[in-house]
């Protein structure tokens, strides 16, 4: 018998787990792999920006002003005689936190309800379910201006705010998955070990659908860094001096007869990273589809 026998042998008395099969079919997904591998050379960037960043973040130089891509400034600088590498990489910290953190805001609101109503049931799924079916009614992007106007331009409600309406598809796909596993056998097994519901949502049923809570964050990011730059174009979003790929693309907008470069670059950055995010979110839900796997 050879090594590779040998080897496949092994893992067949040892079994493979499904997160260990949706390893290995995502390992040949080179486009969710180039994805992965893209979106994280972009946060090592977003981290280190304060220590790569080749010019000082608020450094100016009026009598430069807007130049094309040189050997001083490799994509160029804006009216202000800023470089533009650099702002670009402080930018992207600000919309790669937006997009993971206003995520996270929308995933803990969105499970917890979706699970909350599927395993309850009954009455308080139902109640439940309608305010999420109202909420869908509203125009989400007024709703957002309107807290933006209220309350005042800060990053911090930046966040609450797109979070506060992203998680209502979390939600009914949170339901859906906790009304098919609430019927197994393991759910069954700790409710006659007399567990109380909420340590049987958060403890069994959540930990088994990770797959799609996974799936959906990584598609839900770009969604979000979207807003935020639609937000940030149209002035409720990001507020000088902090910057964003958004509030870029909204001055090389202004600009793009005169100095296309202004445009180009933070728009590149910005659909590279979408790019990214979303052939990683396709090779995920790929990978994680167990009876598409077995086609």
């Not at 308080?124 to 379910?129: L, R």
């Not at 998680?167 to 009914?172: E, G, Q, S, Y």
Request: charged share 15%; net charge negative; aromatic share 10%.
């Amino acid at each position: 018998m050879n090594a590779e026998q040998t080897a496949l042998l092994t893992e067949a008395e040892d079994g493979a787990s499904l997160w260990h099969d949706a390893w290995l079919r995502l390992k040949k997904n080179r486009a969710a792999v180039t994805g992965g591998m893209v979106l994280a050379i972009m946060v090592v960037l977003a981290i280190l920006t304060p220590w790569i960043a080749p010019y000082g973040y608020e450094a100016q130089n009026l009598d430069l002003g807007a130049t094309p891509p040189s050997a001083a400034h490799w994509l160029g600088t804006d009216i202000f005689g800023r470089d533009l590498l650099t702002q670009i990489l402080f930018g992207g910290r600000i919309s790669l936190a937006v997009g993971f953190i206003a995520t996270a805001v929308a995933l803990v609101i969105g499970v917890t309800w979706g699970a909350v109503a599927g395993y309850v049931g009954g009455r308080i799924d139902s109640v439940m379910m309608r305010f999420v079916d109202i909420l869908y009614a509203l125009p989400f992007m007024i709703f957002i201006i309107l807290l933006m106007v209220v309350f005042g331009r800060n990053i911090l409600l930046l966040f609450l705010a797109i979070g506060a309406v992203e998680w209502l598809t979390m939600a009914r796909i949170m339901r859906t998955q906790v009304q098919s596993l609430r019927q197994q056998e393991f759910v069954e097994a700790a409710v006659s070990l007399g567990l109380p519901p909420s340590a049987i949502i958060f403890k069994h049923i959540i930990p088994n659908a990770l797959g799609p809570i996974i799936v959906y964050t990584t598609l839900t990011i770009p969604s979000v860094m979207l807003l935020e730059a639609f937000l940030s174009f149209l002035g409720l979003g990001i507020q000088p001096p902090q910057t964003s790929w958004g509030l870029l693309i909204s001055y090389g907008a202004e600009t793009m007869e005169e100095y296309p470069w202004l445009l180009i670059f933070p728009g590149l950055a910005l659909t590279i990273t979408l790019f990214s995010l979303n052939f990683l979110g396709d090779g995920l839900r790929d990978a994680l589809d167990v009876r598409g796997s077995k086609d």
